[in-house]
Structure formats: C-alpha cells, structure tokens
C-alpha cells in the first residue's frame, strides 16, 4: 500500500489542523490505519490508529480528547484532526498502513512519507 500524507503546517498553540493520507489503489485493504509521530530527539510515539472496517479507533492519552481519527472508505482517504494543538505536538507525524498486531505494539508494513506539525506558544 502506498501512502501520501498532506495538511502539515505551522500553527499557534490552541489552534486546529487537519492531517490527510490518502492510501493508492481501488480498495484499501490493510486492517487498519495507523498515526505515528516522532519529535526531535524522540522516538517514534504512536497517536492512534482506526480500524478500517468499522471506524472504531484507539488514541494514546497524550492526544485523547484533542485528536480525532477518521476514514473516507470511498475515497481510501484517512484523516487525523487535531485540535487544541500544544507546543509538545510538533513533530513529522506519519500514517502507516498493513498493522502486524495490537496497533500500539505492532510492526507496520506501509509508511507515508511524514508532513511536519510545528505549533508555536
């Protein structure tokens, strides 16, 4: 599965963005959709993931209630929304696709090419 990400940027704290990735192919056929960022210096942190089936998604803690994952199963499209951004959002935040396991846990078999969040006090 081949992954293109769009929507990074720059934004003030407090401030919304709207990441994309928009899977190649006429059917999406991995599990799931996963969302992954690494900050500088950091290791890579998953954000959450959604099952494609039946959109029930899971989120790490540092972004539940803040993040929202969601999927266009027409257009094989994910979206990661982001609200009530924080300065400790910035990072290249990535998509992934074909999930081995447990979405946290797992290896990941399709990666999009990452798009850089910076949020600014």
């Known amino acids: 599965v081949q992954l293109v990400e769009s929507g990074g940027g720059l934004m003030q704290a407090g401030g919304s963005l709207r990441l994309s990735c928009a899977a190649s192919?006429?059917?999406?056929?991995?599990?799931?959709m996963g969302w992954f960022r690494q900050a500088p210096g950091k290791e890579r942190e998953f954000v959450g993931a959604?099952?494609?089936?039946?959109?029930?998604?899971y989120y790490a803690d540092s972004v539940k209630g803040r993040f929202t994952i969601s999927r266009d199963t027409a257009e094989n499209i994910g979206y990661l929304q982001m609200n009530s951004l924080k300065t400790e959002d910035t990072a290249v935040y990535y998509c992934?696709?074909?999930?081995?396991?447990?979405?946290?846990?797992?290896?990941?078999?399709?990666w999009g090419q990452g798009t850089q969040v910076t949020v600014i006090s």
């Open positions: 192919g006429r059917t999406f056929s991995s599990y799931g």
């Open positions: 992934a696709a074909e999930p081995s396991g447990a979405y946290g846990t797992s290896w990941w078999g399709s």
């Open positions: 959604i099952t494609w089936s039946d959109g029930s998604t």
